[in-house]
C-alpha cells in the first residue's frame, strides 16, 4: 500500500499542496488530472523526495525513498552526444542485445541515432523505455502523453498494463482528461493542490459533465460583464 498522509508544500508562503491524502494499492493506476499550475509536478517531486514536505508519504508502512520510486520527469534530459544504443545500455546487460532490440523496435527508435537529433517524442520514447528497465514497486510518469504520436500512445497504454500486471504502483499525470480514462482505474481531479473530486472508473462521464457546468458558469459571468 502507497500512502500519502497530509501533505503539504509551501513555496514561499504560497500553499501549493494543500493537506492532501491518498491511498493506493499494488496493481492500481491512479491518475492525476489537473490544469497548469494545480499542482501535479510538485506532488511527483514530493513523492520522489526533491521537494519537502509536511506530512507523510509511506511504502507498506515505511517512508518512501527514491530507491522505491521510478520516476518519468515531465522534461527529460540526456547527455546530448550519446546514442540510444549508448544509453540503454545502461539499463540492459551487456549480453541482452535481443532485448535491446525488441524495445526499440517497440517504439521505433533507430538504435544508432544520436540523442541530440531525436525528435522530442521519440526522446520522450527513450525516456519511457530507460524507466520501465528500472524495476521498482512504484512508478511515476509526469505528463508522459507530451509528443507521442498516436501509435506510441497506444504502446504507451499497453506498457502501463503491463506495471498493473506486474502489480506495480503507477501515478499518470496529464492535463488532458481521454488520456487518463483510457488507462487509469480512478483518476483524482487536482486543484489548488488538493483532490477535489476522485472519480472511479464507472464515474468517469462525469468528468466532462462537472467541467461543462464549470465552463458554463464562467461563460455566464462572463457575459454579464
Ligand atoms: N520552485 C518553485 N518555486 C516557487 N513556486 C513554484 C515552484 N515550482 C512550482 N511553483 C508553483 O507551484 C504551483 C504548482 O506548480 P506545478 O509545476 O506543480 O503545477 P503543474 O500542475 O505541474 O503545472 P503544469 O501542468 O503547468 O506543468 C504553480 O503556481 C507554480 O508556479
Request: aromatic share 12%; charged share 25%.
Amino acid at each position: 500500500m502507497f500512502r500519502i498522509q497530509n501533505i503539504t508544500v509551501k513555496y514561499n508562503a504560497k500553499e501549493v499542496i494543500d493537506n492532501l491524502n491518498l491511498e493506493i494499492n499494488e496493481g492500481r493506476i491512479f491518475g492525476v488530472l489537473g490544469s497548469n499550475g494545480a499542482g501535479k509536478t510538485t506532488l511527483f517531486e514530493s513523492i520522489f523526495q526533491n521537494t519537502k514536505y509536511n506530512g507523510q508519504i509511506l511504502l507498506q508502512n515505511q517512508p518512501i525513498s527514491k530507491r522505491d520510486i521510478s520516476y518519468l520527469e515531465s522534461e527529460n534530459y540526456f547527455y546530448p552526444y550519446l546514442s540510444v544504443s549508448d544509453i540503454l545500455s545502461l539499463f540492459i546487460n551487456e549480453n541482452e542485445d535481443e532485448k535491446m532490440k525488441k524495445l526499440t523496435n517497440f517504439f521505433n527508435i533507430p538504435t544508432d541515432a544520436i540523442v541530440e537529433k531525436l525528435s522530442l517524442g521519440t526522446k520522450k520514447k527513450l525516456a519511457i523505455l530507460c524507466n520501465i528497465l528500472i524495476d521498482r514497486p512504484v512508478y511515476l510518469f509526469d505528463e508522459p502523453f507530451n509528443g507521442l504520436d498516436f501509435d506510441s500512445v497506444e504502446k504507451f497504454y499497453f506498457i502501463i498494463d503491463e506495471l498493473k500486471k506486474r502489480n506495480k504502483i503507477v501515478l499518470i499525470s496529464s492535463h488532458i482528461m481521454e488520456t487518463l480514462t483510457h488507462c487509469c482505474d480512478y483518476i483524482g481531479h487536482l486543484q489548488n493542490g488538493k483532490f477535489i473530486k476522485i472519480y472511479l472508473s464507472e464515474e468517469y462521464h462525469l468528468i466532462r459533465t462537472h467541467l461543462t457546468e464549470d465552463i458554463q458558469k464562467d461563460w455566464v459571468s462572463y457575459t454579464n460583464i
